[in-house]
């Protein structure tokens, strides 16, 4: 895997064993971003246990948003039950949204390059009634 940083502060992360390109952003202030940008670029080392490289399942995903911050909660919904399990969720700022989602759109259309076109689905259908317990 490697890792760049950007002169905007994002960071790139491409995978050597796919096309998949990976973005976010950092907090540098400007002046360290512009001393970032002329320096040599380093690679960034990133901890992950085996657990967390295994990735999680989802099949819906809550979106909810406001002034500062989009939330994406992760949920696996049971096929044969109606119930579900949160298996993640990640708070972004809405500039990392806006970059998350230009990043998707480009890899959907990688893929689709490759593997031929998605099928479109029915469309957003009515919004999931999704209550959380404790």
């Known amino acids: 895997m490697r890792v760049s940083m950007a002169r905007n502060g994002t960071v790139a992360e491409k995978s ?3 096309d998949s390109l990976l973005c976010y952003s950092g907090r540098a202030k400007n002046a360290r971003r512009d001393a970032m940008a002329e320096a040599p670029k380093q690679q ?7 657990r967390e490289l295994l ?5 819906l995903v809550v979106v909810h948003h406001n002034a500062e911050e989009f939330t994406l909660n992760f ?3 049971f096929p044969t039950l109606p ?3 949160l298996v993640a ?7 990392h949204a806006k970059r998350l989602s230009r990043a998707l759109q480009e890899n959907v259309a990688r893929y ?3 593997f031929g076109a998605l099928p479109e689905g029915p469309g957003p259908g009515p919004e999931p ?3 959380f317990i404790q």
């Open 89 to 95: 969720s990640l708070i972004l700022s809405p500039t």
């Open 75 to 77: 949920i696996y919904v």
């Open 55 to 59: 990735g999680q399942y989802s099949n």
């Open 129 to 131: 009634n999704v209550g």
């Open 83 to 85: 119930q579900g399990k």
């Open 44 to 50: 960034v080392q990133i901890k992950a246990d085996e």
């Open 16 to 18: 050597s064993k796919s």
């Open 112 to 114: 689709e390059a490759q």
